[in-house]
């Protein structure tokens, strides 16, 4: 009725696109995956090795943090992207843009 799963199921698509493009410039991104709205990403120390990386993901979720963006660490080394069902592309816009950032700076 509210149109918020198919917001979720286009918004989704569109963070995952995003991730995927920060994920070939990022060698700290070792791997992404997710469904919808709710994707991850896999922080490590070697993207050959996929040797995790937990203290550069707890820096980088920190860094993130600082500068307005909530994450949540998963696992070892995962972050997971988790917003609200009424998330807009400017909002993927500008989260990508702040983990880009903090992942720059941290690594």
């Known amino acids: 009725q509210n149109g918020l799963m198919k917001n979720a199921v286009e918004t989704g698509r569109y963070l995952h696109q995003k991730l995927d493009n920060l994920a070939r410039r990022s060698p700290a991104i070792g791997d992404h995956r997710g469904i919808g709205l709710m994707q991850g ?3 490590v120390a070697d993207r050959k ?3 995790k990386a937990n203290a550069l993901r707890g820096k980088i979720v ?3 943090f600082s500068r307005g963006l909530l994450l949540l660490g998963c696992g070892e080394s995962s ?3 988790s917003p609200s069902l009424i998330v807009e592309k400017g909002h993927v816009d500008a989260a990508i843009a702040i983990l ?3 992942i720059r700076k941290c690594s």
């Open 100 to 102: 880009g950032g903090a």
């Open 62 to 64: 920190q860094e993130c």
């Open 49 to 51: 090795t996929k040797k």
């Open 41 to 43: 990403i896999e922080i």
């Open 79 to 81: 972050i997971r992207f």
